[in-house]
């Protein structure tokens, strides 16, 4: 058997090594685990998450350990790649992922950290860390939300998206997914409040989407209110009394609309739907003359116009009205009266009550929102507050209603106009609601 050869000291001198050459030799290269200490490091500028669960954290690693090493990049390359977060950067190294596991150990009273040291991926820092989170992380709906937008804002397709993040923490995500989470960050900031606390969950934000503002806001308020969020959309809908669906109004258009004015294909007739060679849709077949419907452009336009002008009226109105006065009563009557002898609409109508008068400075209660503020107004002894709330929400029902209808006015609606006209100086200048009440058609009174 060969036996191993001994070693031989070499009669070489050792070559002579400048102090930069050391320098560079001992330099802490990528995939390197580096104690640091604790102080050394600052948080991600890029990281969106909430720091929850902590000290649970922290309680699982005084058990059983640090079971994963946190990862960082120094601080002069992060800033020379990303200037925009200088002022952020309060450490000599910043932490790529593992945030969480720095602030429990930190309060375990540890003085260093495993860390990885991932200068290589300085460049994909943004990435690494939004996908980390999204892997990792039980976010919520609107944390999701922000790191695929950010995700987007970076250049990623929804479909990268989803295939770049795989399996969350919630499971596997389709690119459909990610679009409805992008989606919530649309909606107005009360239901985006509603749906970060609590109140709404997921699905039902999701149904306040293709409203506007204004009945996003109505939508939340019957929710609050103790709605089915299903019955409160179908209510939302109702009221705006469209008059058909997109498909029994399609027509040849004299123009070429945009492909948001052009009914979904997947909806849509496939009559409708075929080309003619000449990129643009065929005309649709011949269909059974309708009755005449009055036109909805400009209709349309007239009345949102003369809706928000009397909205300002009814803020004046309750501004200025002290239902407490007797020379008031009479005004205050007629108005709950019309309200009550209406169908019932008050969650929608207590949620614009309650907007009105926070905006007159004549919300006298503390309350976050419409149904805490009703509720304490009920349970109040206080006669005046409550005639005050009585008649606010009167007269919301009142214009809730005279706004939603798109046919010709009743009575109700005519009272509640002529109601603003003696008491709030309201002037109505559209045609069609001067038609409406009965004026002439160049604005005098008949």
Known sequence: MALPRPKRNSTKSKPEVTPEEVLYTDKDRSGDILDLELASLCPNPFNKRQMKGVPELAATIKEVGLLQNIAHI??????QTYPETADKITAPNVILFGEHRWRAVQELGWEKIPSVLRDDKVEDARLITLIENLRRAQLSPLEEAEHYKALRDAGLSYEQIAEKVGETAEGAISKGTVWKRVQLLTLTPE???????????????EKAQKLDDRDQRDYLGLVRGGMHPTTAHAQILARQR??????????????NPSSSEMPDASKADPELTVSNGNSQPAPPAPRKPKAAKPSAGTGDADRRVAAATRDTHCRLLLETTDPADPDNHDLVLSVLAAAVLAPQQQSAAQQRAFTWLRETNRLTLEATDAATYFSAVQESDDTNLQRLAAFASGLAAAELRTAARRQSWSSREIHHVRLLQKHAQYEPQTEWEQKELGLAAAGGAR
Request: charged fraction near 30%.
């Open 242 to 255: 469209q008059p058909e669906d997109a498909l029994d109004d399609a027509g040849v258009s004299n123009g």
């Open 74 to 79: 120094r601080a002069d390359l992060w800033i």
């Open 191 to 205: 239901v985006q409040e509603a749906l970060r606390d609590g109140t709404l969950k997921v699905s039902a934000a």
